[in-house]
């Protein structure tokens, strides 16, 4: 084998129960720059006045470079370009320059993507600001985070929801990172007053960049153990109360950590490559240590451009990235429609148009991307009434402010011209609109977020009535807008529309209805006639339709962002138990009856009766159903009752909840789990049997009431990640299996003996369950 210091090595490294040929492994690892090489970068960067960006963005740049005097050679000015020699791409309205570098993968944090932003998330996005330098464009943007250690949060989360979605790690640390990575410098400010930070980021490549700290890791290392790596490498254990109390430089403490972090890497990498036949840890290392980055470090507006100087970079990165994932690796339709309508509102708001106020539109958009949160809603939009701070009415005063005629079709025309189409109609602009509504509750109700975002695509709320020119009622109780409504008064009825219409479409009971809807049960989703989403808000908030309105209402005042309903995912399906089980207050949308009170419609015991889409959709247009409802059956005073009966109403005796929302009945394990006794082995194998039985129910219910725990995370966990690994389930499954195959040939001996008949025979049974 070769030992000069240059000269690669061929190694064979174990990943995962394979073995990997890897064959670029130096003996060294690169050098840290010295003090004076990033000065050489800080001195060329000033001198190229084409490019405009703060001193600390470039000493973040310099302490990330491995090649700090080729970076200075790109960016000192020639005679013939005083942006000297960077990359140069052409976007919409900008030219964005850039310099092309190996950096230290330890210096690089993970940003936020369209993708990440409208997924379901435990953890939110930072704020996200354009900054300029001085009055000019300038290739930075700031993030603004809770705290410091929503900061962590953030690192970890987007790493261990990466990974648990996809990895290139045995190609890493085949070949290492081969594609440059798209960084740029972000300014990170705290809203808990810690001292502000300046870091790089890579906006694409987030991928082949947590892929590379799972190389660094270790075969077999879980996402949440390279997260933790990660994190505890990029922000060490600084805590922000020690940096305010301090009143130390966080920039330097989070320096000198990942400094000292790198040297007891190289260390051990010392220590692995010096033997004859290099350990494992020195290729996990080296394909780990640096990856290719283009950074982004400059950026020019073309004439006539609409947008400000502070968003000019934000909008150039995002076309850039847009472009790789439309052209080449797509981003899904959701995440597409969040990119889309926010870089429309923010040029519509650089147009300056004297139709509206520049000032209300950004707190529009603030509200629409998260910026403005729902409390703060009666502050924000109270100028004439205030609103109750709540997720339903953000939506109402998101849809009313961006459907405003004039302002949707300025909306539409940047849509069109981002998307690059010629047309857009009403229902592709509602789906524009669906992800952003579902902000504050696509986390709580992930399991239906999907068919929500359908029923968007297909109208969902904009009605002719809602797209045209009308003002929200706020109110604390939207059964009050009916009688105004139903005396013509087009801001109530508008509201009830787009409240009530929200809230059916957020909870599963009005969705994109389908051909085969037609002929399926009320209970399972059934409808009595097709007609999309727009068009049955539309019934529903016709003047004349006493039902729909109060429907849409009462829908409304139902409506909880942070839970699913009864009526659209059972509690089985939710968590595996039964409703009896639940000690929450129930939450259930109920039928309307004009003729009751309290109009909740009730069957003959009393009991309220839920809401389908099937009443929903019926409410619509009454006269068009054809279909008659089938009569409510009532169990007899003897018949045993269930939670949910057949006809969808809540049975006195399994579903009604008492006064403080609880269900009779149901079981719980829980605690220790008993095995057979102590001083077992002196009793009759027949007696050591029962309680080996005894022990091995328990302990199936204790794995059932473990995976229905486990299962009752899922809305909360959302849908950025699986709710447990891949691998864990395969191991499960070969248990579970396993357990199964032995219980079915005792049932079947058991039944065999009873019988009288031959045993039955175990090895077919054990070949028979080896192909499942």
């Not at 009532?634 to 269900?663: K, N, R, V, W, Y």
Request: glycine share 8%.
């Amino acid at each position: 084998m070769p030992t000069g210091p240059s000269t690669a090595l061929t190694m064979d490294v174990p990943w995962e129960g394979e073995t990997v040929q890897v064959t670029n492994i130096a003996r060294q690892l690169p050098q840290e720059p010295t003090e004076e090489q990033r000065n050489h970068v800080l001195t060329a960067a000033r001198s190229n006045t084409a490019i405009h960006l703060p001193e600390p963005a470039w000493a973040a740049i310099a302490h990330a470079t491995l090649h700090p005097d080729a970076l200075a050679l790109q960016l000192r000015p020639t005679p013939n370009d005083p942006t000297g020699v960077l990359m140069a791409e052409n976007v919409e309205g900008a030219t964005l320059r850039s310099a092309v570098t190996r950096v230290l993968m330890s210096e690089l944090f993970p940003g936020i993507q369209p993708r990440t932003g409208m997924s379901v998330m435990e953890v939110s996005d930072p704020q996200v600001q354009g900054l300029a330098h001085e009055g000019e464009p300038s290739a930075v943007v700031g993030y603004h985070y809770e705290s410091l250690e929503h900061l962590k949060n953030h690192v970890w989360q987007t790493i261990f929801a990466t990974l648990s979605i996809n990895t290139y790690a045995q190609s890493i640390l085949t070949r290492s990172v081969t594609r440059n990575l798209i960084v740029h410098p972000v300014s990170i400010t705290f809203e808990d007053g810690t001292t502000p930070i300046e870091v790089l980021v890579v906006r694409d490549g987030i991928t082949r960049l947590a892929s590379a700290w799972s190389v660094l890791a270790g075969s077999g290392e879980e996402p949440s153990a390279v997260a933790k790596l990660a994190t505890d490498a990029l922000l060490g254990d600084i805590s922000a109360d020690s940096a305010r109390k301090n009143g130390s430089d966080l920039r330097k403490q989070l320096i000198e950590s990942r400094v000292a972090w790198r040297a007891s890497l190289r260390e051990e990498f010392n220590e692995e490559i010096k033997g004859e036949v290099p350990g494992p840890r020195a290729a996990q290392i080296f394909q780990s240590y640096a990856v290719p980055a283009q950074i982004a470090v400059g950026i020019e507006g073309h004439a006539g451009r609409l947008l400000s100087p502070e968003d000019l970079f934000d909008d150039a990165i995002r076309s850039v990235l847009a472009s790789i994932h439309v052209e080449f690796k797509q981003w899904d339709a959701a995440a597409q429609n969040v990119e889309v309508i926010t870089r429309a509102l923010k040029r519509v708001i650089q147009i300056g148009d004297p139709r509206w106020s520049t000032s209300d539109l950004q707190d529009v958009y603030g509200l629409a991307v998260g910026r403005i949160s729902v409390v703060d809603l009666p502050e924000v939009f109270g100028s004439t009434g205030r609103p109750p701070g709540t997720a339903l009415w953000r939506a109402v005063y998101l849809v009313s402010a961006l459907t405003k005629p004039d302002l949707l079709e300025a909306l539409k025309d940047q849509a069109k011209a981002i998307k690059g189409g010629k047309r857009m109609a009403v229902k592709a602009f509602s789906g524009l609109l669906g992800p952003v509504i579902d902000l504050p509750w696509r986390s709580r109700k992930s399991l239906v977020t999907k068919v929500a975002r359908n029923a968007w695509n297909n109208g969902g709320v904009l009605t002719g009535d809602v797209t045209g020119d009308w003002d929200p009622v706020p109110t604390d109780d939207f059964t009050t807008l009916v009688e105004p409504a139903m005396r013509g008064n087009v801001d109530a009825r508008c509201t009830l529309a787009v409240a009530g219409g929200v809230a059916l479409i957020a909870d599963k009971l009005l969705t994109r209805n389908v051909g085969s809807s037609l002929d399926a049960p009320k209970e399972k989703g059934g409808v009595p006639f097709r007609a999309d989403t727009s068009v049955i808000i539309e019934g529903l908030s016709r003047q004349d339709n006493e039902l729909g309105l109060w429907t849409l209402a009462m829908a409304a005042n139902t409506f909880r962002a942070d839970d699913l309903p009864m009526n659209s995912v059972t509690k089985q399906s939710l968590t595996g138990k039964d409703a009896s089980e639940s000690t929450e207050k129930p939450y259930a949308y109920f039928q309307v009856d004009l003729a009751a009170q309290d109009k909740i419609a009730r069957t003959a015991d009393g009991v309220p009766v839920l809401l389908y889409e099937w009443d929903v959709v019926a409410a619509s247009d009454p006269d068009r159903v054809k279909k008659p409802v089938a009569p409510v059956q009532h169990p007899e005073p003897d018949e045993p009752s269930s939670s949910s009966g057949e006809d969808g109403s809540l049975t006195a005796q399994g579903g009604i909840p008492d006064q403080e929302g609880q269900f009779p009945g149901g079981t719980h394990v829980s605690g220790e789990l008993p095995g057979p006794r102590a001083g077992a082995a002196t009793l009759l194998p027949s007696q050591r049997a029962a309680e080996h039985r005894k022990s091995l129910r328990l302990h199936v219910l204790g794995a059932r009431d473990a995976m229905d725990r486990l299962l009752a995370l899922e809305p909360e966990v959302g849908e950025h990640t699986p709710l447990a690994p891949l691998s864990l389930l395969d191991e499960l499954h070969k248990l579970l299996l396993s357990i199964q195959t032995d219980a079915e040939n005792l049932r079947r001996r058991t039944s065999a003996d009873d019988l009288d008949e031959d045993p039955y025979d175990v090895e077919d049974e054990e070949n028979a369950y080896a192909g499942d």
